[in-house]
Nanobody, 121 residues
Framework: AQLVESGGGLVQAGGSLRLSCAAS????????MGWFRQAPGKEREFVAS???????LTADSVKGRFTISRDNAKNTVYLQMNSLKPEDTAVYYC????????????????WGQGTQVTVSS
């Protein structure tokens, strides 16, 4: 699968952004999708994931503020981010797997190029 993220940018604390990830190259509806993020000097961190049937996992650090969803007809997965904080500043990566949908980055097969999210205080 090829993954292309969009929707990043600069936002003030308390604001919202919606990231999109368009997938191509295989049957989108059957693969697991996820979002990770990486801040400067830090390891890549799990944010959220979603199964083909719509079951989700969300990291405790963003639970209640971020929501992952998917539209199989559009081959797209979304990350709605509300109540953003400066500590959410990072490059956000879309990821996909044929077999795995939890929080270990090394087990995902496909990655997008990343989109920068910057939250100012």
């Amino acid at each position: 699968a090829q993954l292309v993220e969009s929707g990043g940018g600069l936002v003030q604390a308390g604001g919202s952004l919606r990231l999109s990830c368009a997938a191509s190259g295989r049957t989108f509806s059957s693969i697991y999708m996820g979002w990770f993020r990486q801040a400067p000097g830090k390891e890549r961190e799990f944010v959220a994931s979603i199964t083909s049937g719509g079951s989700t996992l969300t990291a405790d650090s963003v639970k209640g503020r971020f929501t992952i969803s998917r539209d199989n007809a559009k081959n797209t997965v979304y990350l709605q981010m509300n109540s953003l904080k400066p500590e959410d500043t990072a490059v956000y990566y879309c990821t996909a797997s044929n077999y795995y949908w939890h929080d270990e980055a090394g087990r995902y097969e496909y990655w997008g190029q990343g989109t920068q999210v910057t939250v100012s205080s």
